[in-house]
T-cell receptor
Framework: RKEVEQDPGPFNVPEGATVAFNCTYSNSASQSFFWYRQDCRKEPKLLMSVYSSGNEDGRFTAQLNRASQYISLLIRDSKLSDSATYLC????????????FGPGTRLSVLP | EPEVTQTPSHQVTQMGQEVILRCVPISNHLYFYWYRQILGQKVEFLVSFYNNEISEKSEIFDDQFSVERPDGSNFTLKIRSTKLEDSAMYFCAILVVVQGESATNEKLFFGSGTQLSVL
């Protein structure tokens, strides 16, 4: 079983739509969780950390369910500029810091 | 967001040659990482480097690879005898630890990458 799995995508949505991405992780020793955004042939950029209590940053809401080992990202009122690949990242603190990336979910927001 | 500079941005080399990829974090950090991403595939962990020693390495990071922090500032990834399958984007990353009131948060920040093409 892969360590971090994500919706395969791609997601093609119209501007203004709400879209949700799902991510599951297999290692219960995972300690911290993140969503990164990656534009084509660019570096991953931190979008937000994910906390057990859930957290929101403008149009973006992240949720964590430790019991189900599940993470989600919700984007409301999507913009053209939200088009990117969204990467779920899990930090597994077994032997020092080890950030494991999911395969990513591609989002295209259409005019 | 901390700045991480990688050089070169593009590197073209012949199969069997050695390449050195460089990473320069602007401010002092203790934890460094190298990741790679083959075109169309996911970001893969290569190695982490803490306090001037390798902390952890993946199966990909075999004897062909080595890392150094030669002068306390630059952080390098050396790939000896490059193979065609080494063609990828290589990202350096630094770990930033933020001490909050109730918890400590660790976040990873990436350089802009070096695109390595092995011919």
């Amino acid at each position: 079983r892969k360590e971090v799995e994500q919706d395969p995508g791609p997601f093609n949505v119209p501007e203004g739509a709400t879209v949700a991405f799902n991510c599951t992780y297999s290692n219960s020793a995972s300690q911290s969780f993140f969503w990164y955004r990656q534009d084509c042939r660019k570096e991953p950029k931190l979008l937000m950390s994910v906390y057990s209590s859930g957290n929101e940053d403008g149009r973006f809401t992240a949720q964590l369910n430790r019991a189900s080992q599940y993470i989600s990202l919700l984007i409301r009122d999507s913009k053209l500029s939200d088009s990117a690949t969204y990467l779920c990242v899990v930090n597994i603190l077994l032997y020092g810091q080890n950030f494991v990336f999911g395969p990513g979910t591609r989002l295209s927001v259409l005019p | 967001e901390p700045e991480v500079t990688q050089t070169p941005s593009h590197q073209v080399t012949q199969m069997g040659q050695e390449v050195i990829l460089r990473c320069v974090p602007i401010s002092n950090h203790l934890y460094f990482y190298w990741y790679r991403q083959i075109l169309g595939q996911k970001v893969e962990f290569l190695v982490s480097f803490y306090n001037n020693e390798i902390s952890e390495k993946s199966e990909i990071f075999d004897d062909q690879f080595s890392v150094e922090r030669p002068d306390g500032s630059n952080f390098t990834l050396k790939i000896r005898s490059t193979k065609l399958e080494d063609s990828a984007m290589y990202f350096c990353a630094i770990l930033v630890v933020v001490q909050g009131e109730s918890a400590t948060n660790e976040k990873l920040f990436f350089g802009s990458g070096t695109q390595l093409s092995v011919l």
